[in-house]
């Protein structure tokens, strides 16, 4: 087994943050908007279109550009020194650090143990009516997938196609799609497991589950 | 008898509990005067109404009644203004649906009904309506059309018609038209329902305008609640009525209060400041009919008619089919029996006798060919003479000399395109069936006779100069471009473009974007916004721009409170007059007639003076027989601080449009940075060739009243150029440094053979 569950499980306990280093995208005069440690947010409304929290003003040129934070999270590592000087393209001036909750560690962890089977094409999605049915028997993390299986129907423009697995051999462990919903091309749909990793993962999913506290 | 009253004290109760939260309704709440309390009484009588003798209980409601006919009293002494709005709003109020079924006799809804309807806001039905004439009874059909706002039914949306609810009123308008029926329009709505999808709340009312411009059947509106836009998409009328206790109003005064107050978006707005907006905006009945912007008030009761109001809806059938029967005889030729039938029929008014079904005479409302073509002129007459709330500048000698040399001129034009132009046809279409029929045989004949006709009617001008035109020779980018730089571009500083993120466009260096590259970003192409100067110097041939009708200017009609001062500020800001500028100008050698609406004043909005100006410039274009264009730099939509006599300018210019595109004119409306709301809605929407400059965005509301009356929000590029054209609003995106390249071929492609400019 190439990941020790012990490593894996340190790693997130020790950092459980998601580090995002915030750099100056050219020269400037940096004007800071933000204090160390505080809350910032990111990018809201349903198209993402509210800018974030009001990190920095970098001004070139008589320019002066608002920078907003991408992501949500802590202010870390900032910068004071910086304050009214006149950067370099490339110059880190704080690190927002979010902290990673319980569903997005054991979404990493799957993401990394687990073979993510993904959306050839924006279409609906579906089981074929016996992989449903068997599913649905014997719940998912029994059902074994080979390559060739024709486990998916693609739904598109009054059009089925049967869809070929086409990954390794393994339990399908996570359905990451609804049925009949219209899907992306790209996103994820199946989550496979190999056989020898299923015990170790439940394991790992488990822990996280009762050990960590959010 | 007090057996009945004993029975009946349970439907008084009723009624009294009805009376006190209409009360509350009007006053904006329980808390005025005793009304609680008077509530709590009522409430109180109904659960101990058992244990009371008789007698205590008669004198409970007698006093109760008495109390309430008291406070009913008081409240309509003195209505102001905000009153009526609430008045209006009451869910007791009646609805469409009441005067479906008390003022016609039968009625059938078409294009859906209740819910299972493509817009249950808007209620088309063709009804049967009767008139008594001594004692016999005569049938007349009519297509009723209007908003339905139900009492408190959700999937009514408050009576806020959808753009395919728009569409449906049109439908249906025509089949009254071709059925030749007079159609009775009624308005109840807030306001029409502000979305984009096709076909577009803007363009819909627009397109309605456009057809009720021309409609060649009676039109009579009854007003109860006239929302601006969402009312004039079927309220273009040959007669107007309007409810005593109704509002006819541009703009909510919630809306106007947030606008005046500067409120943020999901910020309270001051009762007093809506109090104040609401007295402002001159939206009640008598103010209207001050306006002009109605022809008759219909008296309701002082506190306004609800539903079960029956005498209120035995004089709205009578005063509908006068109104129709006015607007029938207007039409015909016999004055003397026109001025008689209308006679007899005010008769009952003068005397003051209360309505009754009887009418002295049976008139027929179908009309002849000729009638019809009457009505229309009447309609045309009737708007043009309405919503003057400008001001004419005394004019000096010189620019009255000018005013004479412009009716010489008319004159010549009349002459040149209408009598000759008129025989200069018929004698090309001769000789083209003459020649093409038998042309080779009759080339010899022919021949002698076309030059003949050459040399009587030589080839304009202007044809020769567009056949020499060499772009190369006058590229629009070579020395005619560089005389003019925009005073954004002497500022040493850089911006950013807004698709930097997206595209990874560089800073740009102000001097270049706003000099060499036109204020467009050239990695992306997002266009800068450029002042209105940008474009008369760019767009058309060097010096000649040529304007008129500068003497019209926007005055204070409302004398709305603080509007004078900031019509100062807008004048001291722009040196002009007005938000519009008329024009002649030429684009290589095409001579043609130019609106332009621009943001520095009042942001664009339209006023009285804005439509005035824009009515001549498109009547200067109809009798100089050359395209229109109406370029709009910005507008923000009707002026609310004109009130109605903003909105009225909606009809107005809209029906002079299509008597100009009707005699055959070019009428082009290009889009750029931001244009909104009313004017979008009535003569810029309705326009066949509409184009959007790149980055404009266009459409009916902006994002923030999208977002409180919907309670949806919308994309951050819902309104732009792009999602315009994908929804058909507009037909094409044309780049500003491309604009007079563009303008040229859409004159000479757009333009056929019939058009004036050829």
Not at chain 1, 37 to 65: A, I
Not at chain 2, 151 to 156: A, D, I, V
Not at chain 2, 653 to 662: A, F, G, S
Not at chain 2, 731 to 737: A, P, V
Request: net charge neutral.
């Amino acid at each position: 087994m190439d990941i020790n569950l012990n490593d894996l499980l340190r790693k997130y306990k020790s950092h459980p943050y998601e580090d995002h280093q915030i750099k100056v995208p050219h020269t400037g005069t940096v004007r800071l908007h933000v204090k160390e440690g505080q809350d910032v947010t990111g990018p809201s409304g349903q198209w993402r279109h509210r800018p974030g929290t009001l990190l920095y003003v970098l001004e070139r040129e008589g320019n002066p550009k608002r920078m907003t934070s991408k992501y949500t999270g802590t202010v870390a590592e900032l910068r004071t020194e910086l304050e009214g000087c006149f950067v370099q393209a490339g110059e880190p001036v704080m690190v927002i650090r979010h902290r990673l909750n319980k569903e997005e560690i054991i979404d990493r962890i799957l993401r990394e143990v687990l073979y993510v089977y993904a959306a050839p094409q924006r279409a609906r999605y579906f089981f074929t009516p016996e992989v449903a049915v068997a599913i649905d028997k014997d719940r998912a993390k029994a059902f074994n997938i080979r390559p060739g299986d024709e486990v998916l129907i693609m739904s598109l423009m009054k059009r089925d196609s049967l869809l070929a697995y086409d990954g390794p051999e393994g339990v399908l462990y996570k359905v990451y799609f609804k049925h009949g919903d219209l899907i992306e091309q790209g996103a994820p749909l199946l989550g496979i497991c190999a056989p020898d990793r299923l015990p170790f993962v439940e394991k790992v999913i488990q822990r996280i589950r009762t050990e960590w506290d959010d | 008898m007090d057996q009945k009253r004993i029975l009946d004290s349970g439907k008084y109760l009723n009624e009294f509990a009805d009376r006190i939260n209409y009360l509350a309704d009007i006053k904006g709440g329980l808390e005025w005067g005793s009304l609680k309390e008077l509530l709590q009484r009522v409430q109180n009588l109904r659960s101990n109404m058992f244990d009371l003798r008789e007698d205590e209980l008669f004198v409970e409601l007698d006093q109760i009644d008495r109390r309430l006919e008291y406070m009913e009293d008081l409240v309509a002494q003195d209505l102001s203004p905000i009153e009526v709005v609430n008045i209006v709003r009451s869910p007791q109020r009646f609805t469409l649906q009441d005067i479906l079924e008390n003022c016609y006799d039968s009625f059938t809804e078409l294009g859906g009904e209740g819910e299972c309807n493509i817009d249950p806001a808007v209620v088309v039905a063709r009804a049967t309506i009767t008139r008594r004439v001594k004692n016999k009874i005569y049938y007349h059909q009519v297509m009723v059309i209007g908003h339905e706002k139900g009492y408190g039914e959700e999937f009514r949306n408050g009576g806020c018609a959808k753009p395919w609810g728009n569409e449906k009123a049109l439908r249906y308008m025509k089949v009254a038209e071709t059925e030749g029926i007079p159609i009775h329009s009624y308005i109840f709505t807030p306001g029409a329902y502000p979305i984009e999808d096709y076909p577009g709340a803007a363009q819909q009312i627009a397109r309605n305008l456009f057809q009720m411009a021309r409609l060649r059947v009676p039109v009579v509106a009854f007003i109860s609640e006239g929302g601006s836009g969402g009312a004039e998409a079927i309220g273009l009328a040959d007669i107007r009525l309007m409810a005593s206790r109704g509002y006819y109003s541009v703009i909510s005064p919630e809306g106007a209060a947030a606008i005046e107050g500067r409120i943020k978006e999901g910020g309270k707005v001051p009762r007093e400041l809506v109090e104040h907006c609401a007295a402002q905006l001159k939206m009640t009945a008598e103010d209207n009919l001050k306006l002009k912007t109605i022809d008759r008030i219909i008296q309701e009761p002082p506190l306004g008619a609800r539903r079960n109001n029956f005498g209120f809806f035995k004089q709205l059938r009578y005063e509908m089919v006068r109104a129709t029967d006015e607007v029938v005889l207007q039409t015909k030729s016999f004055r003397a029996f026109r001025s008689y039938a209308l006679k007899r029929q005010g008769k009952e008014k003068d005397n003051g006798r209360t309505f009754n079904d009887e009418f002295d005479i049976h008139i027929k409302w179908s009309l002849t060919e000729s009638e019809k073509k009457r009505l229309v002129e009447l309609r045309s007459r009737k708007y043009r003479a309405l919503g003057k709330g400008y001001k004419e500048l005394r004019q000096s000698v010189l620019s009255r000399l000018g005013h004479a040399v412009e009716s010489v001129k008319q004159n010549y034009y009349d002459i040149r395109y209408g009598l000759l132009r008129q025989h200069s046809r018929q004698v090309q279409k001769l000789i083209e069936e003459v020649s093409s029929e038998g042309s080779v045989f009759l080339k010899t004949v022919t021949e002698p006779v076309r030059e003949a006709y050459d040399f009587v009617f030589p080839k304009p001008k202007v044809a020769n100069g567009i056949n020499q035109y060499d772009p190369l020779r006058k590229s629009i980018f070579m020395q005619e471009w560089e005389q003019y730089i925009s005073p954004l571009a002497n500022e040493d500083k850089t911006v950013s473009c807004p698709n930097a993120e997206k595209y990874g466009c560089k800073d740009l260096w102000v001097p270049d974007l706003y000099g060499e590259f036109s204020g467009v970003c050239p990695t992306c192409g997002h266009h800068f916004p450029l002042e209105y100067q940008w474009y008369l110097e760019n767009l058309f041939d060097p010096g000649s721009v040529r304007e008129f009708n500068q003497h019209i200017i926007s005055a204070n009609p409302l004398k709305f409170q603080g509007f004078d001062e900031k019509l100062k500020k807008a004048v001291e800001h722009t040196g002009r007059r007005s938000a519009i500028i008329t024009f002649d100008a030429s684009v290589f050698d095409i001579k043609i007639v130019v609106a332009m609406l621009y943001s520095d004043f009042r942001s664009g909005t339209v006023g009285s003076a804005e439509g005035e100006k824009f009515i001549r410039a498109c009547d200067r274009a109809r009798t100089t027989r050359r395209p229109f264009l109406a370029y709009i730099h910005t507008t923000g939509g009707i002026r609310i601080h004109e009130g109605t006599l903003g909105v009225i300018q909606m009809p107005r210019c809209t029906l002079v449009v299509r008597e100009y595109i009707d005699s055959g004119g070019l009428y082009i409306v290009v889009y750029d940075n931001n244009s909104y709301a009313g004017p979008v809605a009535s003569f810029l929407g309705c326009s066949p060739y509409q184009v959007g400059i790149r980055s404009s965005r266009i459409g009916f509301a902006g994002p923030r009243v999208i977002r409180e009356t919907t309670g949806a929000d919308v994309p951050p590029d819902y309104h732009s150029a792009k999602n315009a054209l994908k929804r058909g609003h507009i037909q094409g995106i044309w780049d500003r440094r491309e604009f007079r390249k563009n303008l040229f071929e859409a004159l000479m492609t757009m333009g056929g053979p019939h058009l004036y400019y050829k």
